[in-house]
């Protein structure tokens, strides 16, 4: 299933094929440059590039996923990927080295974090309120 905002399609294995080629000799470029670092994400800038749609502002921060254990907060400033940890004696970036900082700050007003962070509270866990 997509992420919220995202769509799936379905390609011809060519035009797959001629995405997933031009992809790997450009990633890197891309990665610096624009922040994208997935092959979807490359895929959906193309397309956009190709029928001249102008290029969405590229969000500061993204959830990438998360679980009962933390965060994976993609930052787009920096080009890279924090693993916000929560644990029974608080939460973590170690991107920052810091038990609060921008990463921490963006991943807690995430409305599903939320929820998370309060369950784990209720099992007394050290976490901030939200």
Not at 20 to 44: M, T
Not at 74 to 102: M, R
């Amino acid at each position: 299933m997509p992420r919220k905002g995202y769509k799936s399609i379905t390609v011809k294995q060519n035009v797959y094929d001629y995405f997933f080629n031009e992809w790997s000799k450009v990633k890197e470029e891309y990665a610096i440059k624009k922040g994208i670092r997935s092959f979807s994400a490359f895929v959906s800038c193309r397309l956009a590039e190709l029928i001249n749609l102008p290029e969405p502002p590229l969000l500061p921060f993204e959830i990438l996923n998360h679980d009962s254990r933390g965060v994976k907060v993609q930052d787009n400033k920096l080009h890279l990927i924090s693993d916000v940890q929560f644990t029974p004696i608080g939460i973590y970036c170690p991107v920052c080295d810091a038990h609060y900082c921008e990463h921490i700050r963006f991943a807690l007003d995430q409305s599903d974090i939320k929820e998370t962070i309060r369950k784990k509270r209720k099992e007394g866990w050290k976490l901030p309120e939200v």
